[in-house]
Nanobody, 124 residues
Framework: QVQLVESGGGLVQAGGSLRLSCAAS????????IGWFRQAPGKEREFVAA????????RYADSVKGRFTISRDNAKNTVYLQMNSLKPEDTAVYYC?????????????????WGQGTQVTVSS
């Protein structure tokens, strides 16, 4: 079992930046794809970005492509989400999770071991 803890959220003005961290403990972290999702009030959880094991490949939602960058440091058991040019519509609770299923990489049903989330609020 992998346990994940997100951090780095906060309040930022539109156009600003934040870096989220997803720290893992437990089983071999580098053996898993890791995804970031977000959920805004009244909305369903949506895919943001994912990084494959060993960081050789990444995927992004169209809404964040070119603004967000996902990376991982397997030596530190941590995945990062660098968020630049933030917009008010990026406001949400951000979660990381481990991909264990065979559904599409953007499908939340493919993920397990969700963290508790970190709040990101972007003011206009």
């Amino acid at each position: 079992q992998v346990q994940l803890v997100e951090s780095g959220g906060g309040l930022v003005q539109a156009g600003g930046s934040l870096r989220l961290s997803c720290a893992a403990s437990g089983r071999t972290f580098s053996s898993y794809d890791i995804g970031w999702f977000r959920q805004a009030p009244g909305k369903e959880r949506e895919f943001v970005a994912a990084i494959m094991l060993f960081g050789r490949s990444t995927r992004y939602a169209d809404s964040v492509k070119g603004r967000f960058t996902i990376s991982r440091d397997n030596a530190k058991n941590t995945v990062y989400l660098q968020m630049n040019s933030l917009k008010p519509e990026d406001t949400a609770v951000y979660y990381c999770a481990v991909r264990i299923g065979v559904q599409a990489i953007s499908d939340s049903r493919s993920y397990d071991s969700w963290g508790q989330g970190t709040q990101v609020t972007v003011s206009s």
